[in-house]
């Protein structure tokens, strides 16, 4: 069966530190994955998606950055944190079937940056 | 941006009750799907409704798909304490993107 871990699970960063989010999926070849976030009350902004190794799409310009250096391996990462780069981050991945996309989320990193 | 919308904000119900949330949306979809988030946790697929389909079941779960309206509904029938959460619904459209509304916050007291 196909898991995916996600850590750290809670962050704690000033300003201007770097960041980085790993998200890892077992059980399955070449999934799309993505990284929302979800601001607090609010619903899920897509920030990345990758269709495969090396294959980053950015929906919203910003502070962060993604990569997938592996099949099953995405990361998020910011060079300098801003007090707006706060909330909670998703990864998730999926397999295109039948035009359908279906995402399997991981736990979550709550970020709080001071 | 972020194309479904889901009312109410938020909703509360007792033990038993049935629990009816709405969804709209803007553009073409191809599929729609109603996924559950409990409080600080990942968000968990319930159950998918294709643009040719109107009506879809999953154990307690209905779900309706009016697409001249643009519009679905899930309802949650006997409700539990354990359905409290958070219900979104999230548009497709083919490709790789799934885009989510804001969500429904759903407490069910004992």
């Known amino acids: 069966s196909q898991t995916i871990h996600q850590w750290p699970a809670t962050l704690v960063q000033p300003v201007g530190s770097p960041l980085s989010l790993e998200c890892t999926v077992e059980g399955t070849s070449n999934p799309n994955l993505y990284w929302y976030r979800q601001a607090a009350g609010r619903g899920l902004q897509l920030l990345f998606y990758s269709v495969g190794i090396g294959q980053i799409s950015s929906e919203v310009p910003q502070n962060l950055s993604a990569s997938r250096p592996q099949d099953r391996q995405f990361i998020l990462s910011s060079k300098k944190l801003l007090l707006s780069d706060s909330g909670f981050y998703l990864c998730a991945w999926s397999l295109l079937n039948s035009g359908a996309n279906v995402l399997t989320f991981g736990a979550g990193s709550r970020l709080t940056v001071l | 941006s972020q194309q479904g919308e889901e009312d109410p904000q938020a909703l509360s119900i007792q033990e038993g009750e049935n629990a009816t949330m709405n969804c709209s949306y803007k553009t073409s979809i191809n599929n729609l799907q109603w996924y559950r988030q409990n409080s600080g946790r990942g968000l968990v697929h319930l159950i998918l409704i294709r643009s040719n389909e109107r009506e879809k079941h999953s154990g307690r779960l209905r779900v309706t798909l009016d697409t001249s309206k643009k519009s679905s509904s899930l309802l949650i029938t006997a409700s539990r304490a354990a359905d409290t959460a958070s219900y979104f619904c999230?548009?497709?459209?083919?490709?790789?993107?799934?885009?989510f509304g804001k969500g429904t916050k759903l407490s069910v007291i004992p």
């Open positions: 999230a548009t497709g459209a083919g490709s790789y993107q799934l885009t």
